[in-house]
């Protein structure tokens, strides 16, 4: 199994490894190899498949928020891979409430320990009409074998009014589905509100490139200046599916639904282009 990874050979490598769970395989080698075949916390970003060093992406997405304007948003975004993590340059650009507004961000992954990893992001908007002046994200991700990992982070974004997003995370690996459970606490001046989504997605194609996903979320505010008597409720979910039709190039579609009891029901479709070498 370790040969066949080395060799880029991601599948026959997970063939090998459940042939080898069946006749009762186990110990630190084996739960190393399990670990190290299973795509890092849902982040494709996080790895890319041996052989390649480059990644880009071009995604666009539309949003119908019932009686108002139709939000549209792009990103693009160039990352190289190294040895211990990767980095990337990504260019935003967004069209709501009849504004526009542009950023920039450098988003990197870097490896720490063993069976851990962080992510590091910093995004500037200059004109902040619509996105923050300064963003940025620390996240730090921990595997504790058998498939499962937990990760621990905040998003600071700099608005008028500072909002931080603390999340904490809990996966499982089983076979090829992936499932988290992710809880989020935001936090701003004289606000506060919380999270919750459950994502499953299956790699049915046995590698880590090519996947369906189903994620749910719900979601509460307390806010003294709203216009529901300072609670909302909110809910939504999605689904995605991606795929690499050859090794290089790969594709990207997806739907979303929100519903919010203080704002119009949402529904948005996003597409993506990817490649790599």
Known sequence: ????????????????????????????????????????????????????TWAASLSSGWT????????????????????????????LRAHRFGEHDYAWALDGYANLWPGAYANLRYQRGAAARLFPANAGRAELYQSFGNG????????????????????????????DWYVQLRHQNIVAAGSHGTGDRLLARWYYAGDADTYAEVSVNSGRSDDPLSLVGG?????????????????????????TFARASDADDQRGVTV???RRW
């Not at 499962?148 to 076979?175: C, H, M, P, Q």
């Not at 909302?232 to 739907?255: E, I, L, M, N, Q």
Request: charged fraction near 20%; avoid cysteine; glycine fraction near 16%.
């Open 64 to 91: 119908d928020v019932g009686n108002g304007s139709r939000w549209n948003d792009q990103t693009a975004s160039v990352r190289h891979y190294m040895k211990g993590g990767s980095l990337a340059f990504e260019t």
């Open 272 to 274: 993506a282009l990817y």
């Open 148 to 175: 499962w990992e937990a990760s621990v982070g905040d998003d600071v974004l700099g608005f008028a009014a500072r909002v931080n997003i603390y999340g904490v995370g809990i996966a499982k690996y089983t076979g």
């Open 231 to 255: 609670q909302g409720r909110s809910g939504g979910g999605s689904v995605t599916w991606v795929r690499y039709w050859t090794p290089a190039w790969g594709t990207r579609v997806g739907a």
């Open 1 to 52: 199994g370790r040969a066949l990874r080395a060799l880029g050979r991601t599948a026959e490598a997970r063939a090998d490894l459940d042939k080898a769970r069946a006749l009762g395989a186990s110990g630190d080698a084996f739960d190393a190899l399990a670990d190290a075949l299973q795509p890092r916390a849902g982040n494709p970003d996080a790895t890319i498949a041996a052989g390649y």
